[in-house]
């Protein structure tokens, strides 16, 4: 008879109640943004949902922008194999250099 023991996330009531609460915590926000009275700098700045709406925007924009640049940062998933590959042949090519053990959890492990 073996229990796993379930992790808290990976019970969907448990997300579901999560959920909730953080929904219950943006409406509340939300409300209280008619009732509290701010000292603001710009006019755009009193209008009710402002900066829940400017933070969304910010977060879209940087969603964008992090898959903008995806397309010249991200790197083939064996691309720190390959270079490992390449070093090791150097270094047996190498004249009077012994070869290495290749480290901990390495190719000679598979």
């Given at each position: 008879?073996?229990?796993e023991k379930q992790a808290f996330f990976d019970n969907p009531n448990n997300i579901r109640w999560m959920l909730?609460?953080?929904y219950s915590i943006?409406?509340?926000?939300?409300?209280?943004?008619?009732v509290i009275h701010r000292?603001?700098?710009?006019r755009w700045e009193s209008l009710p949902?402002?900066?829940?709406?400017?933070?969304?925007?910010?977060?879209v924009i940087l969603?964008?922008?992090a898959k903008w640049?995806?397309?010249?940062?991200?790197?083939?998933?064996d691309y720190y194999d390959?270079?490992?590959?390449?070093?090791?042949?150097?270094?047996?090519q190498g004249q009077g250099h012994a070869p290495t053990a290749p480290a901990a959890g390495g190719p000679a492990d598979v």
């Open positions: 008879m073996s229990v909730r609460i953080f943006c409406a509340l926000l939300f409300a209280m943004d008619f000292h603001t700098e710009f949902g402002f900066y829940p709406m400017y933070g969304f925007v910010g977060c969603v964008f922008a640049m995806r397309t010249f940062l991200m790197r083939p998933e390959k270079r490992e590959l390449t070093d090791n042949t150097a270094d047996e």
